[in-house]
């Protein structure tokens, strides 16, 4: 039987053996390219800040703010968000700062910077990143039934028959109606992420959410 001979010189066989066998070590750290770059500051709203070293458009490398959702089956990450939030007169915070808009990588929570004390601290200007948007397919997300909203309303507006005036809550950070007429029961325009159900507060108007 005649074996097949190699048409590659035995130096370099040897040498990709050596290359498969270094155990990568030519592989760099994604993080290197932002090593000694400032974090941006900027906390989240309801799930976890996570530093991400990222590569902009223009070719710059830079960290940004990236806000991951808490798995509702897992127990709750208490250092998340800031334990206490109260908000501040501006004039208290002094010149407002600058904003860059890339700190975020899906944006801004809200459209205005806020001048607030967390845990008691000292008042200063601030502002929240926003998670990923939510998707039906997302099993960390609360889905929303846009088909049982009706109009807006308030304490003053009635809702027409068989449904009720409540503020829903579907996930932090996504932009929602505030307060709207829900179809009875008003449970029936979320469905909640394994792990957690809704509830209504029976204030008026009242609020629906999703709780462990």
């Given at each position: 039987?005649?074996t097949?001979?190699?048409?590659?010189p035995?130096?370099?066989?040897?040498?990709?053996?050596?290359?498969?066998?270094?155990?990568?070590?030519?592989?760099?750290?994604?993080?290197?390219?932002c090593?000694?770059?400032?974090v941006?500051?900027?906390?989240?709203i309801?799930?976890?800040?996570?530093?991400?070293c990222?590569?902009?458009?223009?070719?710059?490398?830079?960290?940004?703010?990236d806000?991951?959702?808490?798995?509702?089956t897992?127990?709750?990450?208490?250092?998340?968000?800031?334990?206490?939030?109260?908000?501040?007169?501006?004039?208290a915070?002094?010149?407002?700062?600058?904003?860059?808009?890339?700190?975020?990588?899906?944006?801004?929570?809200?459209?205005e910077?806020?001048c607030?004390?967390?845990?008691?601290?000292?008042?200063?200007?601030?502002?929240?990143?926003?998670?990923?948007?939510?998707?039906?397919?997302?099993?960390?997300c609360?889905?929303?039934?846009?088909?049982?909203?009706?109009?807006?309303?308030?304490?003053?507006?009635?809702?027409?028959?068989?449904s009720?005036?409540?503020?829903?809550?579907?996930?932090?950070?996504?932009?929602l109606?505030?307060?709207?007429?829900?179809?009875?029961?008003?449970c029936?325009?979320?469905t909640?992420?394994?792990?957690?159900?809704?509830?209504?507060?029976?204030?008026?108007?009242g609020?629906?959410?999703?709780?462990r």
């Amino acid at each position: 039987m005649r074996t097949a001979k190699s048409s590659f010189p035995l130096s370099v066989l040897l040498s990709l053996v050596l290359a498969c066998n270094s155990g990568g070590s030519d592989v760099q750290d994604p993080a290197a390219a932002c090593a000694g770059k400032p974090v941006p500051p900027h906390a989240c709203i309801g799930s976890v800040r996570e530093p991400r070293c990222t590569t902009l458009p223009s070719g710059e490398a830079r960290w940004q703010i990236d806000c991951i959702r808490q798995d509702p089956t897992k127990p709750a990450d208490t250092t998340a968000a800031p334990v206490g939030i109260s908000f501040c007169e501006a004039k208290a915070c002094g010149p407002m700062p600058a904003w860059d808009e890339s700190d975020c990588v899906h944006g801004f929570y809200g459209a205005e910077p806020n001048c607030s004390s967390i845990d008691r601290g000292a008042c200063t200007w601030g502002r929240f990143c926003k998670p990923k948007p939510c998707t039906p397919e997302d099993p960390t997300c609360n889905v929303l039934h846009p088909e049982r909203l009706g109009r807006a309303c308030d304490g003053s507006t009635r809702c027409p028959a068989g449904s009720s005036c409540n503020t829903i809550v579907a996930n932090f950070g996504d932009d929602l109606p505030k307060t709207v007429c829900i179809l009875d029961p008003p449970c029936s325009a979320l469905t909640c992420a394994a792990g957690r159900s809704c509830t209504e507060t029976l204030s008026d108007p009242g609020t629906v959410s999703c709780s462990r």
